[in-house]
């Protein structure tokens, strides 16, 4: 503990020689907690600097936290700091006042917007999180001395490369807080030049509080990372990962909420809890495929449209592609690597498809016999639920159940029985097929498609709600050997509704 307060006192030491070679010693950034409370603001500005009064408030939700391991002292625990973990007391605030460059105030947004004319001062609000540590004065002198050079990039790299990791993740911050990318990437990238699952977890914790360009990627990443060391994921192709990936034993899942850093010294503990804003962001950039569409809207199926001499009998894998009829945007891929086997569903064409990967969304699991078909979105197997904390993933959730009445002559279109999830509702809805009526004189079944069909097949269909036959709830039509016109309306999903198509025109062990 010793050595831990005398590093502290030499890092505060520099913190001031820093301060007083900027703007010498009777203009050096000053506590406000050291200041009477009549003058808690002190007026220091004058023609060539700004005072930035600092005021940090640290929520009580505990976020992370370092702990020293020392299995010699009966497994006492010490709290530790480094470059990005700070234990404060709860709800501990936290004040300072720095200076800034007169001509940097209207120059950088966030400084001309606090500033206060009549007190020629500015006021910046920071909000913590209990674990992750606060931009400090040097981090904010930094930015400024990296402010004034950013449009020379060799000089950002030289001034960046040469500070140590704790300014880097200061940077990062004040990029952050400024709204600054330039600062991001480059502190981003210096940051990441040689990861380690303690840096990668850290700068989770920091581009997430702090609501960084990075922080979904960081949070997709983490995520990988979980689902390849519980074995779902079988391969990680994210360059960034490739020497954490060597490490994953140093980690650990304690339920709820809890990821775990094991490194011989220290615990890195993180509470998930903070990851919950993207766990919904997440959710709700994939509710264009997941929830139910707004109104009747016509698409088109393609099977194997990179291909488009290929036919059904063709080599696997088949690749089915669903499109907008009016403005051809392409919204999903569906991969079948085998016959039989299940087919994904992917929200981009990938180079290599691979399940649980970024671009996964679900697949169609079937029976033997290709007459059940269940839907399932992205979901870790259930199986692995206790290898997961909150907000990290979830478990997978039931979309759709299809049961296929076999037609081994394939004479009369496809009979469904289909329940579905309305994730609006949280309800299960029922759809079946509208049976076509037999016209004897041509010797053939009937039903009318209203052009949405050009070739007669067993692959055109339509279903409604059980006791309702005059409203359509989706249509199915054959125009060519390997495209298909797909019109649905609410409450069907996009995801569901392809769902749905390429069920039906994939093969099946019992009909063609």
């Keep these: 503990m010793k050595q831990q307060i005398d590093l502290k006192l030499l890092q505060q030491q520099r913190e001031e020689r820093f301060q007083k070679s900027l703007f010498g010693a009777n203009q050096m950034t000053q506590s406000v907690d050291d200041k009477p409370a009549s003058s808690k603001v002190p007026l220091l500005s004058n023609e060539n600097f700004v005072q930035i009064y600092v005021k940090c408030t640290i929520t009580p939700e505990f976020v992370a936290q370092k702990e020293l391991r020392d299995d010699n002292v009966d497994n006492e625990i010490d709290i530790v700091f480094d470059d990005v973990i700070e234990n404060e007391e709860l709800g501990m605030k936290k004040e300072y006042n720095v200076f800034v460059e007169r001509q940097l105030v209207q120059q950088i947004k966030l400084l001309k917007q606090n500033y206060i004319e009549k007190q020629d001062l500015i006021k910046m609000p920071v909000c913590g999180s209990n674990g992750i540590r606060l931009p400090e004065e040097q ?68 581009t997430v509080h702090y609501e960084s360009k990075y922080q979904m990627y960081m949070y997709k990443l983490v995520k990988q990372i979980l689902y390849f060391y519980n074995g779902i994921l079988k391969e990680i192709t994210d360059p960034l990962l490739n020497e954490v990936t060597q490490n994953l034993k140093q980690l650990s899942i304690e339920k709820p909420n809890i990821i775990r850093v094991n490194a011989k010294n220290f615990s890195l503990k993180i509470n998930t809890t903070f990851l919950y804003p993207l766990y919904k962001q997440y959710e709700k950039e994939r509710a264009q495929v997941f929830k139910p569409i707004n109104e009747y809207t016509q698409f088109q199926v393609l099977r194997n449209a990179d291909i488009p001499d290929q036919t059904e009998d063709s080599e696997y894998p088949h690749i089915y592609i669903i499109k907008k009829s009016s403005d051809q945007q392409q919204y999903l891929y569906g991969i079948q690597l085998e016959a039989h086997a299940e087919i994904q569903i992917y929200d981009n064409k990938c180079e290599k498809y691979q399940k649980y990967n970024d671009s996964y969304l679900g697949c169609v699991e079937r029976n033997i016999w290709g007459t059940s078909m269940v839907v399932y979105d992205d979901g870790y197997p259930e199986s692995a639920q206790l290898q997961f904390p909150d907000w990290i993933g979830q478990k997978r959730r039931r979309l759709m159940k299809i049961e296929y009445e076999t037609n081994i002559m394939a004479n009369e279109p496809r009979y469904f029985d289909t329940v579905f999830l309305n994730l609006d509702t949280k309800q299960w809805e029922e759809l079946i097929t509208l049976r076509p009526h037999y016209n004897q004189e041509k010797d053939c079944y009937q039903l009318n498609f209203f052009g949405q069909s050009k070739i007669a097949s067993a692959r055109n269909f339509q279903l409604i709600k059980a006791g309702d036959d005059k409203t359509i709830q989706l249509l199915h039509g054959k125009m060519e050997a390997n495209s298909f016109n797909l019109d649905f309306r609410p409450p069907l999903s996009i995801l569901q509704a392809f769902a ?11 009909v063609s």
């Excluded at 402010?147 to 990062?172: A, M």
């Excluded at 749905?500 to 019992?510: N, P, Q, Y």
């Design 500 to 510: 749905i198509s390429m069920v039906s025109i994939s093969s099946k062990a019992l």
């Design 139 to 206: 981090d904010l002198l930094l930015y400024f001395e990296f402010f004034k050079i950013r449009e020379n990039s060799t000089e950002c790299q030289l001034l960046i490369q040469s500070q140590d990791l704790k300014s880097q993740y200061g940077l990062l911050i004040c990029g952050c807080l400024f709204n600054d990318e330039i600062a991001q990437d480059l502190a981003f990238k210096f940051l990441t030049k040689k990861p380690t699952l303690e840096i990668i977890m850290k700068l989770l914790l920091v």
